[in-house]
Nanobody, 120 residues
């Protein structure tokens, strides 16, 4: 059974920083890609950043230069360092793992979400 456990959300003032973490638990052989999505009230869930097992990254235009995604393959953990936060970054942030290979299957998983609130 694979689970994604997120941590690091909270309340911060505009201009501040937060670091999100997401650890995938279970007997995992490989994860193709890990990333972060966010969903603000009344809006669709959107990709924030993603990283492949080889280290290739992809960012939403709105966070380029402010957010940095990184990954520890040995720990099956992905991080999102968020700097220069803006009120419009306020959302529930969800961790995503694509192509998780275990002894029984290959599947995609989502975390439960962590709230990030940026006050002006």
């Amino acid at each position: 059974q694979v689970q994604l456990v997120e941590s690091g959300g909270g309340l911060v003032q505009a201009g501040g920083s937060l670091r999100l973490s997401c650890a995938a638990s279970g007997t995992i052989f490989r994860i193709d890609a890990m990333g972060w999505y966010r969903q603000a009230p009344g809006k669709q869930r959107e990709l924030v950043a993603a990283v492949t097992g080889g280290g290739s990254t992809n960012y939403a235009d709105s966070v380029k230069g402010r957010f940095t995604i990184s990954r520890d393959n040995a720990k099956n953990t992905v991080y999102l360092q968020m700097n220069s936060l803006k009120p419009e970054d306020t959302a529930v942030y969800y961790c995503n793992a694509l192509g998780v290979v275990t002894a029984f299957r290959k599947a995609d998983y989502w975390g439960q979400g962590t709230q990030v609130t940026v006050s002006s």
